[in-house]
Every structure is written in C-alpha cells, then in structure tokens.
C-alpha cells in the first residue's frame, strides 16, 4: 500500500548493509536539523533576551524525548496493538538486539531494527520541539518539559501508530492475508492514507498543538505595541539552511532503503524547497515592495513541510507546483490567516507547518497520479502499481488531515489545562520583560 514501514522480525533475512548504512546517516541528518538546525532558525527569530531559552528548550526537548523513546515510545508507536496505539512488548526497548531486523518497502529486503529505532526517535524529538515556537518568549521551561511529556504520549505516538504502522510487505501474499495486514494496521494506513514522511504526524500534529499553546499561554506582554522584530536573521538563515540539508535525511531516509524512491524523495525535496522559496519572496516583493531574507527563508521551510509528505509519491513537476503554491499560501497563513485566527502565534508555527502540512497532505492525492508524473500507489498483492483513483485517495488525506487536527488539538488543550493547573503556563509579567535567559536560566546567549 504505502507509507513508513514498520518492524517485522524476520529470522531468515539479513539486514541490507547499504541501506541501513544510508538509514544512519539518515538519522544523522535528522539530528542536525534539530541541533543546531531548529534551535538556531527559532533563536534568531526571537529578541535577545530570549535567545537562549530557545536553545535551551530545543536542546533539552530533544533530549526528553529520546529517553521517552528508547523507554516507551518505540513500542506505543510501531509494534502492533489496536488501531491507535501500539502494545508494550517493546517496553525499554525490550527484546531488540544487534540481530533484530525491520521491513521495508520492498519484500525480502530489511534493516537493522537498531537505527530504525535511532531514526523514528530523531522524528519524535523534532516534532514535539517544532511546538515551542508558537508560544515562545512567556511560557515557563517547566510547563514546556511537562506539557512535552504529556503530548508526545498521547498525540504524537498514536498519530505515528495510526498512520504508520503495519507488518510490512512481507507479509502481504494474496487478498486474505491484505485483509489481515489492514485488520492489525494503524487507523489511517488502514484508511490509504498517504503520508511518506511526517505531514500529518509531524507537521500538522506540532502545528495544531502550537496554536492550542498561543490562545491558552496568551499573548505576549507588548504585543501588537512594543517592536518584537527577530534578533539575529543571520542565524535565522544559517538555521533554515541547516534544516533544508538535513531534510534530505528526513524525506529521503523515510523510504527506508537507498534506491530509485529514495532519490526521487531527495530530489523533490530540493526542488519543492527552492519554489517555495522564490514563491514567497517574488509574493512578498509585490505585496510589500522589497524581497526580505525572511521571507526566503521562510518559504524555503515551507516548502520542506509541504513536500514532506508527498516526496515520495510525486514527480518532479509536482513537486514544483507543490513548492510554487505553498510559498505563496504559506505567507498568507502567516499574514492574512493569522489575523483571523488572533492568536500570538510567535513564530509562526501554524502558519508554515499548520498550513503547510494541511496543503502538502491534500497536494499528495493529486500529485501522486502516475498521469501526472507520481508514482502511484503500490500493489502489494499484485506486485506492481494499482489502478490510481484521484478521488478515493483525497478522501483518505481528508481522513488523516481531519484526524490529526481534532486529535492533537484535544490533547492539546487538556494537556494545557493540565499543566496549567499543577504549575501554571506562564512566567510573571516582570520575568517575562526582564527576558527568559536571565529569569529561567541565569545565562545570557550574549555579553557585549
């Protein structure tokens, strides 16, 4: 059927070497995007008073969530269990060894299930730090930890359940044993979602619970008044520069194995990125009268997020339109759109991941028509392409783009209420205009 595949053992075969030396340096590549790629993007965007704090929540999030992963989550997330969350017979990582392998796309090939783990872990950590921008610059780095825990056990590893679980290619042989792979899928594999990458599990997942995290934390002090224009863009670009690289480990390494997919993924995801780019900047040049560094660079992680789940599904033409129409759209979700939505939505989280997984998501079902240069989707019973139907397909990315919003955005909001109520969400007015380096962490990112 499709997407991100999930552990089979399978005693007999052996780990594919090259691929899963490509997964390692995949997840290598996702890493850098976080540290330093995110927290520098975040950081120059911020004042700087707040600079550090940002690094530091990036940095420490990350971290968390590793630990949370090798603990639980692997095991929540892909082993099987109910349709929306998985079983803990993985708990601790438990029964894995040098030998355990996972399937891939392809029947007969496998990787070590080690860096199959390191790499979904990687996933895990940069999504739930993706929120922070949303609320950043007033929340207390306690209520970020907490909140973290809480809404990557109960949003993040049910949605990457539900869209990417199943027992692999392997054990597809004829129509009844199809039937038996669905039964014991993820909610919306089972449905024929299409998400290669992360739209919906990541993008849109970290975008919903960032916009429930600016209208509960509220806005900041000064906002709208006071000049809240970001401090360094230089590091806003090398950060954005560091996060287009290391999507290549992102969309490239979800195929899970170094082949012809693996670089049609790697090259829409350049070419989406760079559309996206110019798109905003030629769209914000005629609206504003002067293209800015922003705007290009924001385009550029635009367009990353739009393709991301489309970038092994479509062809290099579509991957091109799908960059073209996101740096436009994206900048009027973080102008136009957030206007009408009225939260202060700091660094504009739903506006580029939000709006930019929703339309990458929908984009997918289009593109992905081999009659208009994608790949269609693959036949596991017949072992060959099936017959594409444009219409069933958007129905699916209806069904997943529509789960992940109700879904992170109830966890969300009682998460938020949760740590709210034990600790409180926000830090005191007077802390808040001191800045959060010196008030949370006692440090300053600069001494001049």
């Known amino acids: 059927m499709e997407e991100t595949i999930i552990p089979v053992a399978t005693a007999v075969l052996t780990a594919n070497k090259g691929d899963t030396a490509w997964m390692m340096v995949s997840t290598l590549l996702v890493i850098l995007m976080a540290l330093p790629g995110l927290a520098l993007f975040y950081g120059g965007l911020v004042r700087t008073k707040n600079m550090l704090s940002v690094l530091m929540q990036t940095f420490t999030i990350f971290s968390l969530i590793c630990v949370l992963w090798a603990i639980y989550g692997y095991s929540v997330a892909f082993t099987g269990g109910s349709p929306v969350f998985g079983s803990l017979d993985k708990l601790f990582l438990s029964g894995i060894t040098v030998d355990s392998v996972v399937a891939t796309f392809s029947k007969g090939v496998v990787i070590s299930e080690l860096v199959f783990v390191v790499f979904q872990a990687t996933f895990a950590a940069i999504t ?247 790949t269609g989707v693959y036949d596991y019973v017949a072992n060959k392409v099936g017959v594409y139907d444009m219409g069933a397909q958007m129905v699916s990315q209806l069904w997943a783009v529509g789960t992940v919003i109700l879904w992170s955005g109830l966890v969300s909001f009682i998460a938020f209420k949760l740590v709210d109520v034990t600790m409180g969400l926000r830090v005191p007015e007077d802390e808040e205009r001191e800045g959060l380096d010196i008030t949370a962490h006692g440090e300053s990112a600069y001494h001049y």
């Not at 990417?164 to 038996?180: C, H, V």
């Not at 062809?315 to 091109?320: C, N």
């Not at 799908?322 to 436009?328: E, K, N, R, W």
């Open 128 to 374: 739930t730090a993706l929120i922070i921008g949303a609320f950043a610059e007033r929340i207390k780095f306690s209520a970020v930890l907490l909140f973290s825990v809480l809404w990557f056990t109960l949003s993040y590893l049910p949605m990457a359940h539900m869209v990417w679980y199943w027992d692999g290619p392997d054990a597809i042989t004829d129509a009844a044993s199809l039937d038996k792979v669905l039964a014991s899928a993820g909610f919306l594999w089972a449905k024929g979602a299409l998400d290669f990458a992360g739209g919906t599990v990541v993008h849109i997942n970290a975008a919903v619970a960032g916009l429930v995290g600016a209208y509960l934390v509220g806005k900041r002090v000064g906002y709208g008044r006071e000049s809240m224009t970001p401090h360094s863009l230089t590091l806003t670009m090398v950060g954005a520069s560091l996060l287009w690289v290391g999507w290549f480990g992102f969309n490239a390494g979800s195929n899970l194995e170094a082949n012809g997919v693996a670089a049609l993924a790697m090259a829409n995801t350049l070419f989406a990125t760079a559309a996206a780019a110019l798109s905003w900047m030629f769209a914000e040049w005629m609206l504003k009268g002067k293209p800015s560094l922003l705007g290009a660079a924001s385009g550029a992680v635009a367009g990353l997020v739009a393709i991301t789940p489309a970038c092994g599904f479509v062809g290099p033409m579509g991957a091109l339109i799908i960059g073209l129409l996101t740096g436009a759209i994206c900048l009027w979700g973080v102008n136009g759109l957030k206007r009408l939505l009225g939260a202060d939505d700091a660094l504009d989280v739903f506006g580029v991941h939000g709006v930019g997984g929703i339309l990458g998501s929908l984009l997918t079902a289009v593109f992905a028509s081999p009659a208009l240069g994608g």
